[in-house]
């Protein structure tokens, strides 16, 4: 059963209303609802409404107050046939949430009841168009035990409370209509940081950030980076905040990172809490930017929603956009941007490339969930960035008034964004919207040629073939670039070059000399740039290019082609010796540049990743590509060891604070101490103990752990024990500690991963548990991909047993295996074997059926 965008039809029934009572219990809930529905003008004519439901049951149907038989359950939906044009339909549910171990729906975590409905989680709750295009104004009332549930929260405004006895009841109003996978409820015993926030029109906001007990003092950044993003969407897009009160709500069991229903946004935990001594500078940066995505939401995503789920992107590649460019102005933003191309290299590249890949407005899907993807989010955001590079931004900004303005209250489609664009910023799209049809990553051939005074630059593209695409258009790519005189190191100004065909040709008057070309800066178009350069050239790049994200390039260029041509070609000593020696140049100069700042200069430190390694090559050989990365660390930290151990020093001992400065200098010790640990373990083994024992925040903590999980010493098993006593009541720094072993690249790995799923403190039933121990294993390049088999022999046997718990987190661990057809022969089969071992399984999820068929190219 296969979901097509062009089956798309419009409901027939309009759902003016939405009244749902909730009789709350943690293992019966009551769920009483009434619909107020009239025929939809605009849709074909139905006698009967299609209501979704998903494994529950109807307790009584009612129509204009009358219990009805003329209804039918079809699968899981129930299907009454109507009269008239316009009803009131009444129907009871009863659900169980603390059996609900799929967190979609209405569930229990960790004595507190609250939902998810993105994308089809409300049918779990009561019977239901479950669609984005169905939008309705909801009234709520909810009662339960006072002991229980101190707190009942649900979308909009708190209209009326009362009690009787030992419960007590809470009636809430949302008049935003809004469709049923923005539904929000939350009851539990929880406490708020509150505080207040004036919007630029005067409306007073009461803000509220609820957490248990015991984590109220972790809130400060979460509640301060609200603050931050409302007033950023009120300057950057003139968005303002439409009701009196926002919530967010911290628990700690979640599928995702957020979610943001109208007015009652739902975190996990892993979101929201911060403070020095439990959170790395990372964990600040990733809550003010979810903080940040699922505030923006409330523009791009609520007031105008997606009109079916082929849309997504409309709201997640906008709103990824968003929280990127809200993060840069908080920050660095070269250094945000470097960030955001890595993962997008290092994640949606790979899917681009794979048996998963799908455009970013998805053709076709079983399971929706499964495209809650880096390509719909970090791609559909880097499309959405090319727009914004075209227009420039005061054109762009033209464009998104136009399209708040023109599309407001309704659901719309991605089509209705690029018009507005092209309207408001007055920028002819039509070739540019194969963007939204085409997957996969184009590939840019360059070629620099130099004549006389003439600088020739030739230009090609192909967009690789694609399940499904084996055709493809060429499509316009934005690319900015600068020509580098040698002699001065200076350029003449950045250009925009936009490549709209198969193959361009630019030429560039009054070079004497041939230039040296720095392409795609600011990483203008995410795609693979194919050209000819020298190390000699990348040197001088790495060296003294203006953009820092061009340097940080050339440095990865450097690195990424020697490490390419170390594992496939053989290299002779001299060869690679003269490589490295180049490549320790530049990281030199990096390493003694004092113009630099630490933030940045961690980025041009670090290494390219192994997957990002393995993406160059058609097939790759995981093991060989770890040995020869290794080695390559290996010999930088020896050829750099001064200067290193010089960064040591210098940032060592810095007190902490949450500023840059301090921030870069954590970044930079302990990168410093990884180059180290690769060429002088015991030295690193000695600093890495010191670092651990003076931390007084967990970055250095974490840093310093990592390196010594990687290391066999007396230090390392005394210091995970150590941690593990000193935050054994803290969860989400317990998941640190299952992830940093599961990680790290000490050769027994996989032993420890074995253990550490019988240890106590692991469940299948918290999805950030799953993911500590298990994600972090099959993004470990080295233990993941053992000779053997038996990483992809471990997650088999995950997907196996988590996929009766939990479904959608389950499916998000196929893709590791699904890279087969991209890994050397003898793995390639042992991959392939463990997904025909769980294709065989007798029952599996739509979920993750439907990625392992997709894997095995059973499409
Ligand atoms: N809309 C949420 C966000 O991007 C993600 C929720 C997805 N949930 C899911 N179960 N697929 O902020
Ligand atoms: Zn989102």
């Not at 920050?331 to 949606?348: A, C, N, T, W």
């Not at 196996?800 to 295996?817: K, S, Y």
Request: hydrophobic fraction near 40%; include cysteine; proline fraction near 5%.
């Amino acid at each position: 059963p296969e979901i097509r965008r062009e089956d798309y039809r419009p409901f027939p029934w309009i759902v003016s209303e939405t009244r749902l009572d909730f009789d709350l219990g943690i293992d019966c809930t009551r769920v009483r609802s009434t619909l107020t529905i009239a025929r939809n003008a605009k849709a074909d004519r139905s006698s009967t409404i299609r209501l979704n439901g998903d494994g529950i049951e109807a307790t009584s149907v009612t129509v204009d107050g009358e219990p009805t038989q003329s209804w039918v359950m079809d699968g899981d939906d129930l299907v009454l046939t109507l009269p008239g044009d316009a009803h009131e339909i009444g129907i009871e549910t009863e659900i169980d949430p603390s059996a609900n171990s799929q967190l979609m729906g209405l569930y229990a975590s960790s004595g507190m009841l609250c939902t998810q409905c993105e994308a089809e989680g409300f049918r779990r709750i009561t019977f239901f168009p479950d669609r984005p295009d169905v939008l309705s104004t909801y009234s709520v009332r909810m009662s339960g035990s006072k002991d229980r549930f101190p707190v009942l929260l649900c979308n909009g405004n708190r209209v009326a409370t009362g009690e009787e006895g030992d419960t007590h009841w809470a009636e809430w109003h949302d008049p935003w209509p809004k469709p049923s996978y923005l539904f929000a409820l939350v009851a539990g015993d929880l406490v708020a940081r509150s505080a207040s926030f004036t919007t630029m029109g005067g409306r007073e906001v009461e803000l509220n950030v609820w957490v248990r007990e015991g984590d109220l003092d972790r809130t400060e950044h979460a509640m301060e980076s609200l603050k931050r993003s409302m007033k950023w969407d009120e300057e950057v897009f003139g968005r303002e905040y439409d009701l009196d009160l926002f919530n967010i709500v911290a628990v700690s069991d979640f599928n995702m990172g957020a979610m943001e229903n109208k007015g009652l946004n739902i975190f996990n935990t892993k979101y929201v809490l911060a403070d020095p001594e439990t959170a790395t500078d990372g964990d600040y940066d990733g809550v003010e930017g979810v903080i940040g995505h699922e505030y923006f939401h409330n523009w791009s995503g609520n007031r105008i929603t997606c009109r079916d789920w082929f849309q997504l992107s409309l709201k997640e590649g906008f709103t990824v956009l968003r929280d990127q460019l809200f993060s840069a102005d908080m920050g660095s933003e070269p250094v945000k941007r470097i960030e955001d191309v890595r993962i997008l290299r290092g994640v949606q590249f790979p899917e681009d490339s794979g048996p998963l890949a799908h455009p970013i407005r998805p053709d076709s899907y079983r399971e929706i969930s499964n495209f809650y993807t880096a390509t719909v989010y970090n791609k559909g955001a880097e499309v959405i960035r090319m727009m914004r590079t075209m227009a420039g931004e005061e054109r762009f900004r033209k464009g998104t008034d136009l399209y708040f303005d023109r599309h407001d209250g309704e659901a719309a489609t991605c089509e209705d964004f690029v018009k507005s664009i092209e309207d408001g910023a007055a920028l002819d799209l039509t070739r540019f919207r194969r963007w939204y049809s085409q997957a996969g990553t184009p590939r840019v051939g360059v070629t620099l040629e130099h004549e006389g005074e003439t600088a020739r630059l030739t230009l090609t593209q192909t967009v690789p073939a694609t399940p499904g695409q084996s055709e493809k258009q060429p499509m316009p790519i934005p690319l900015k670039l600068a020509l580098f005189d040698r002699a001065s190191g200076t350029h003449r100004g950045e250009e925009l070059v936009i490549l709209n065909e198969d193959r361009a040709e630019v030429t560039f008057d009054g070079f004497t000399e041939k230039p040296i070309l720095s392409i795609n800066r600011t990483f203008s178009a995410p795609v693979t740039i194919e050209r000819d350069v020298s190390r000699e050239e990348l040197v001088f790049l790495a060296e003294k290019d203006d953009d820092p994200f061009a340097r940080y390039e050339a440095m990865q260029e450097l690195m990424t082609g020697h490490l390419v041509a170390d594992v496939t070609d053989d290299l002779d000593d001299d060869e690679r010796e003269a490589a490295r020696e180049d490549i320790a140049r530049a990281m030199r100069s990096v390493l003694e540049d004092d113009q630099l700042d630490d933030l940045m200069r961690g980025e041009l430190l670090m290494m390219p990743g192994a997957t990002y390694v393995a993406e160059q090559m058609l097939v790759a050989d995981p093991g060989r590509i770890h040995a020869r990365r290794e080695a390559l660390k290996t010999a930088l930290g020896t050829r750099l060891a001064g200067s290193l151990q010089e960064v040591y020093a210098r940032t060592e001992n810095m007190p902490f604070s949450l500023d840059a400065g301090a921030k870069g200098a954590r970044k930079v010790k302990t990168l410093a101490l990884a180059y180290i640990a690769a060429s002088d373990p015991a030295k690193a083994v000695e600093l890495a103990a010191r670092q651990y024992d003076r931390a007084d925040n967990m970055t250095d903590r974490q840093g310093a752990l990592m390196v010594l999980a990687g290391l066999d010493s007396a230090e390392r098993t005394g210091k995970l024990l150590d941690f593990y006593n000193r935050y054994q009541n803290n969860a989400l720094v317990i998941d640190k500690w299952f992830a940093i072993q599961a990680g790290s690249l000490h050769p027994r790995a996989i032993e420890h991963v074995k253990a550490l799923r019988d240890h106590p403190d692991f469940t299948l039933k918290n999805p950030n548990r799953v993911r500590s121990l298990y994600m972090a294993f099959a993004a470990n390049p080295a233990a993941f991909h053992a000779e053997d088999g038996e990483g992809y022999a471990i997650i088999a046997d995950l997907i196996l047993e988590l996929d009766p718990i939990n479904a959608q987190t389950t499916a998000r661990f196929v893709p590791p295996l699904g890279r087969w057809r991209r890994i050397e022969e003898k793995r390639a089969k042992l991959m392939r074997e463990a997904l025909e071992r769980i294709a065989a399984a007798p029952k599996l999820s739509r979920d993750t059926f439907e990625q392992v068929a997709r894997s095995l190219g059973r499409g």
